[in-house]
């Protein structure tokens, strides 16, 4: 599975990006699919998850209320809608899908990741 995140750039506090995760089989609709993030000189850390058919959904408390996770199966998408945005949210935004339908944070969960986009929120 080959994904391909885009959609990141530079915003102003308070702004607003939806990032998007492609996935180049379909084999990835039948699992769970994450998103994280590492800012400079941090680890990568959980951002949102959501199940295989977008039943569930889960998210870092400090996005929580401005960001939405959803998915299109049929295009083998998953965005991440990204409102209010804080200079603290800048980060390399990473999607990954899950080896099982339905996952949380952690990472080991996670089997297959794509390069990320780079996200920058100016104050």
């Known amino acids: 599975v080959q994904l391909q995140a885009s959609g990141g750039g530079l915003v102003q506090a308070g702004g607003s990006l939806r990032l998007s995760c492609a996935a180049s089989r379909r084999t990835a609709s039948n699992n769970a699919v994450g998103w994280f993030r590492r800012a400079p000189g941090k680890d990568r850390d959980f951002v949102a998850s959501?199940?295989?058919?977008?039943?569930?959904?889960a998210y870092a408390d400090n996005v929580q209320g401005r960001f939405t996770i959803s998915r299109d199966r049929a295009k083998n998408t998953v965005y991440l809608q990204m409102n209010n945005l804080k200079p603290e949210d800048t980060a390399v935004y990473y999607c990954?899908?899950?080896?099982?339908?339905?996952?949380?944070?952690?990472?080991?969960?996670?089997?297959?990741w794509g390069r990320g986009t780079q996200v920058t929120v100016s104050s």
């Open positions: 959501i199940s295989w058919n977008g039943g569930s959904a």
């Open positions: 990954a899908v899950s080896r099982f339908s339905h996952s949380g944070r952690e990472l080991t969960n996670y089997a297959y």
